[in-house]
Structures are given as C-alpha cells and as structure tokens.
C-alpha cells in the first residue's frame, strides 16, 4: 500500500497501521465498518494473445468503455459499480484484466464482453 502521508514507497506496515486505526476508531470495529460498504465482485483473468501482438488496446476497447481514465499502470476504466483495468504483461504474451462490480454475473460479463471485443479468445 502506498499512502503519501507516511512516505511514497510500497509498505505493507502502512496498512497495517490503517487497518489498527480503523479498528480502534471505528464503532463496531472493522466488521461494522466493512458491512456499511456495498458488496464488490472482482474477477481477474488472463487473456492470452497468442500473435503476441498487443496493437493498440485503447483504440479496440475505445468502443465498449470510452476513453480511459488512467493510464499510468495501464488502461483503467470506472464503470457504474466499479471498474475495469487492463493490463499488458510485459513478460508473457498475456492481457490481464481486473473487472470489479455489484454482482458476481455482471463482472463476468464483463470479462466476456472483453475476451469478444479481441476476437473471441
């Protein structure tokens, strides 16, 4: 986790202070706090592309999600309810993806609705 008002590294003990904070601060403690929340489904696959060719991502999903709003750690869509990330491997030729939203069917739709936007794969 990074969080800027402690320094600008990953820290895992960052979170872990978070977590201790919440549970000390919060009535009912981090149960209470997580179930005021609404319900996320997040489905993460790898979408392999077996030309090995990646093209131009944005233009091909341009049309299923509009323009990206983040491209700093790859394409990074908010969609109601959620979000959708893509990201190219840099080590294996893989599209990850990271679909979350309010139920379990639509983020797999999602993740479909991806996969036919490439081809079908």
Do not use: C, Y
């Not at 999903?61 to 979000?83: K, T, V």
């Amino acid at each position: 986790m990074i969080d800027p008002r402690a320094h600008l590294g990953r820290d895992s003990a960052v979170g872990l202070a978070l977590l201790a904070e919440a549970e000390a601060t919060h009535s009912g403690g981090l149960r209470a706090l997580a179930s005021s929340f609404p319900p996320r489904f997040m489905v993460k696959e790898k979408i392999e592309l077996t030309d090995n060719k990646f093209g131009d991502l944005e233009t091909r999903f341009a049309a299923l999600l509009g323009a990206p709003e983040d491209r700093r750690d790859g394409l990074r869509w908010s969609i109601a309810g959620g979000f959708v990330h893509l990201r190219a491997s840099n080590t294996e030729p893989i599209l990850r993806v990271v679909v979350e939203t309010a139920s379990a069917q639509e983020s797999e739709d999602r993740i479909q609705a991806l996969r036919e936007q490439l081809g079908g794969r």
